[in-house]
């Protein structure tokens, strides 16, 4: 299940003794919550973007329609003005489906980027979140090696050497 702006911004870490600054996660919290905000905006962004484009797309369509229409008026006129009308016709048309083919391909580009760089995020959120537990947990090993070498210890051995 993807991790949402909630997810984020709801996040406790339970406090512990020489832990992290709880201030400094807290920042860090925050700035990864704008950032995936930004991302999730620009996510958007791009798929209305790519809504757009196919608005564009029908009117393409529609400008090609119109092109067949006067075609046919243009079939009432002398045979060597029909051969030019339909040649600038057909220009127009590879043209406007060459550039609708062009339109769509940039578009799938852009989504395809977005998700490879949603999917690095994602992967790099995992790897910093396990790099986290280890350091906590190692963190907790040393702490608890710490009490039990002071339950083990006299106390002579606790008092600094003069």
Excluded: C, W
């Excluded at 995992?126 to 963190?139: G, I």
């Amino acid at each position: 299940m993807p991790l949402t702006v909630l997810d984020i911004a709801n996040k406790e870490f339970k406090t512990s003794i020489r832990g992290y600054n709880q201030d400094e996660v807290d920042e860090f919290l925050d700035e990864v919550m704008r950032n995936y905000e930004a991302l999730i905006r620009e996510n958007d962004e791009l798929r209305q973007s790519t809504a757009g484009m196919g608005e564009k797309l029908e009117q393409y369509r529609a400008l090609e329609q119109t092109l067949q229409n006067t075609l046919v008026v243009a079939q009432s006129t002398a045979d060597d003005m029909k051969q030019a009308a339909r040649k600038e016709a057909e220009l127009i048309v590879r043209e406007a489906e060459a550039r609708a083919r062009e339109l769509i391909q940039k578009a799938e580009d852009q989504v395809v980027r977005q998700h490879a760089e949603m999917d690095r995020l994602k992967r790099e959120t995992e790897q910093f979140r396990a790099r986290v537990k280890s350091l906590l947990e190692s963190q907790l090993a040393l702490l608890n090696q710490g009490f039990s070498l002071t339950e083990h210890s006299s106390p002579q051995a606790l008092e600094p050497s003069r």
